[in-house]
């Protein structure tokens, strides 16, 4: 099956589309064998960021460009897809240079247009068509997560996804960012034919949600999960309060319910 139909297969087919892998690249080791051990579940794509965003300065930013080597090896080995986080011009080209299957745009990234129009004449300049996932701007505003779009629309790429990945606010009680599951479903109907993905990790903050926001997602007809996972969770090098085991990630896939209303 190739990459389209892979991305589609939300869409039409009755699974989910899965991506899972660890927030960041962190080593060699940990990179395959992560990537190893959800081969073995049967994930077909992989997830690694190695050009960080994060908050406060001073913090792991990420393995840079060492890293596309590694997801190359993840393809190699395991014949997985790889995908990537991409913040500016340097990084598509670096990502598209290395033959990095998939680009997604970050949250903090989607919120900023002249970044988001930075990173579209670069798709186009070295003509990468994508798939492109573009993840909610932290804020949640619809309109600005359109215009995101419509950047990377114009740039001319067509195969195009978007991640909910939820939203930021000041009250951290449950989620770490709020679902506000009726923004992407309003953005659902206003284009229909887009894969919606949900990202429970970022929108939980912990592993305990995990299963109960996938399950959510599948209830709301989402076309897949982009979820992190690691070989190790509790010793990662960020975000590790929400990654969870190939092992783990397995076991919550195989309990989702998934009721056939696409057909
Ligand atoms: C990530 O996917 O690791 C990430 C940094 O996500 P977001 O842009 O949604 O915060
Ligand atoms: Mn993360």
């Known amino acids: 099956m190739d990459l389209q139909s892979i991305l589609l297969s939300g869409i039409n087919g009755r699974r989910p589309l899965i991506i899972a892998g660890p927030c960041s690249a962190e080593t060699e080791e940990q990179v395959i064998i992560t990537a190893r051990g959800l081969a073995s579940k049967g994930i077909k794509i992989f997830r690694a960021g190695i050009w960080k965003p994060r908050t ?97 629309y114009n740039a001319g790429v067509r195969k195009i996804g978007v991640i909910h990945r939820g939203f930021s606010s000041y009250d951290k009680k449950l989620y770490r960012n709020l679902p506000q599951w009726h923004i992407p479903i309003e953005l659902k109907r206003r284009i229909p034919n887009l894969p919606l993905i949900v990202d429970p990790s970022h929108i939980g903050g912990k592993r305990e949600l995990i299963a109960s926001l996938s399950q959510q997602a599948m209830d709301l007809n989402c076309d897949g999960l982009i979820i992190e996972a690691h070989c190790n969770p509790d010793e990662a090098w960020s975000d590790k309060d929400q990654q969870i085991t190939p092992d783990v990630l397995s076991y919550i896939l195989n309990l989702l319910v998934i009721r056939d209303t696409k057909q």
Do not use: C
């Open 56 to 152: 406060k300065p001073g913090g792991f930013e990420g393995v840079g460009m060492e890293g596309l080597i590694w997801l190359n090896r993840v393809k190699k080995e395991t014949g997985m897809y790889v995908t990537t986080e991409v913040a500016n011009h340097n990084h598509v080209v670096e990502a598209v240079e290395h033959d990095i299957d998939i680009l997604w745009i970050g949250a903090r990234t989607s919120a900023n247009p002249f970044a988001v129009q930075e990173i579209a004449n670069a798709l186009k300049l070295v003509g990468f068509e994508g798939p492109v996932l573009i993840k909610n701007p932290v804020n949640p505003d619809l309109e600005l997560w359109i215009g995101a779009i419509e950047r990377i």
